[in-house]
């Protein structure tokens, strides 16, 4: 039992209810729904990149902002294999391969890195 701040006693109702209880079903979920590594091969390393389900949204801020040394740095857990990442200094095309292995395997739409957009000239009234 709790006080109000007006001095009367309250009932503790215990945990308040939710609608999802990732505390509860955080396992099961990931089990059913992240999937094995996909596995790239770069400058003759193999490289293990998390499945894309199982990123988080700090990967995911990174990859959108084309930060991918900060992204490989959380969707690659082995620390040799990032280095080879970082040292492949890898070009756009190739990361969008990746991106679209990695959204094949967990059948999900990665989208294309962001790339400049040109700018429109406007029609000239006549």
Same mark, same amino acid.
Do not use: Y
């Given at each position: ?15 308040? /209810? #939710?609608?999802? %209880?990732?505390?509860?079903? *955080?396992?099961?979920?990931? +089990? ?41 740095? /959380? #969707?690659?857990? %082995?620390?040799?294999?990032? *280095?080879?990442?970082?040292? +492949? ?38």
């Amino acid at each position: 039992m709790s006080v109000s701040p007006l001095g009367s006693e309250l009932e503790d109702d215990g945990p308040e /209810e #939710v609608d999802l %209880d990732l505390d509860l079903v *955080g396992d099961k979920l990931r +089990a059913e729904r992240v999937g094995e590594p996909t596995s790239v091969r770069i400058d003759g390393v193999v490289i293990h990149i998390s499945h894309a389900a199982s990123w988080s949204s700090t990967a995911m801020r990174a990859a959108s902002t084309g930060d991918w040394e900060q992204w490989a740095q /959380e #969707v690659i857990a %082995d620390k040799e294999e990032f *280095g080879a990442w970082v040292d +492949a200094d890898l070009e756009n095309f190739q990361i969008e391969a990746i991106f679209q292995t990695c959204g094949h395997k967990a059948r999900m739409t990665m989208g294309k890195s962001s790339r400049p957009g040109s700018s429109r000239k406007r029609s000239r009234r006549r």
